[in-house]
T-cell receptor, first 115, second 112 residues
Framework: EAQVTQNPRYLITVTGKKLTVTCSQNMNHEYMSWYRQDPGLGLRQIYYSMNVEVTDKGDVPEGYKVSRKEKRNFPLILESPSPNQTSLYFC??????????????FGAGSRLTVL | DAKTTQPTSMDCAEGRAANLPCNHSTISGNEYVYWYRQIHSQGPQYIIHGLKNNETNEMASLIITEDRKSSTLILPHATLRDTAVYYCIVRPSGTSGSRLTFGEGTQLTVNP
């Protein structure tokens, strides 16, 4: 089944303890992106990647890192999480060309709580 | 990317058509209109997209005005399961459509 898989789905952690949220897609998509969703603020883009080793900042990149060493994986790294990073996170991917180009497929979401 | 404006909320009776408007008055010639929906806190789901012609698929219809400054998503026979937040975004084709912004969308409530 074509999908975007995020892990963990739920996580409670403490301030300053490094964590990684993984994202993997099995559709050979070039484009991958991370969003956070907070009440009243819609979906805000954190980082995106246009292909392997090509990443760029979105609207709210502060406090986050990403890497794209393989086409299928795009992990989101919080080096020193803080309570204001408590949020619902979504990973998404798409092709750039061909049938279905630029149609985003989203993961199920990762709910992160930082105490 | 062009910005979109949507009403915060709408109600619709079950079995009736739901018409969700979206304003994108600054849309560029190479930007497509995309609609997604999000049920509760699940991952957003793609519904439909179009450039300038009206489009229809098994989920919905998309009507884009001739000047392309606005569009309407139509759910022809809304059911309770269509209650969700609906997002309208515009995105250029190809690699220029990389930086994306989703607004707050429209909360559609379908009432029995």
């Amino acid at each position: 089944e074509a999908q975007v898989t995020q892990n963990p789905r739920y996580l409670i952690t403490v301030t300053g303890k490094k964590l990684t949220v993984t994202c993997s897609q099995n559709m050979n998509h070039e484009y991958m992106s991370w969003y956070r969703q907070d009440p009243g603020l819609g979906l805000r883009q954190i980082y995106y990647s246009m292909n392997v080793e090509v990443t760029d900042k979105g609207d709210v990149p502060e406090g986050y890192k990403v890497s794209r060493k393989e086409k299928r994986n795009f992990p989101l790294i919080l080096e020193s999480p803080s309570p204001n990073q408590t949020s619902l996170y979504f990973c998404a991917s798409s092709l750039f060309k061909g049938a279905g180009a630029n149609v985003l497929t989203f993961g199920a979401g990762s709910r992160l709580t930082v105490l | 990317d062009a910005k979109t404006t949507q009403p915060t909320s709408m109600d619709c009776a079950e079995g009736r058509a739901a018409n969700l408007p979206c304003n994108h008055s600054t849309i560029s010639g190479n930007e497509y209109v995309y609609w997604y929906r999000q049920i509760h806190s699940q991952g957003p789901q793609y519904i439909i997209h179009g450039l300038k012609n009206n489009e229809t698929n098994e989920m919905a219809s998309l009507i884009i005005t001739e000047d392309r400054k606005s569009s309407t998503l139509i759910l022809p026979h809304a059911t309770l399961r269509d209650t969700a937040v609906y997002y309208c975004i515009v995105r250029p084709s190809g690699t220029s459509g990389s930086r994306l912004t989703f607004g707050e969308g429209t909360q559609l409530t379908v009432n029995p």
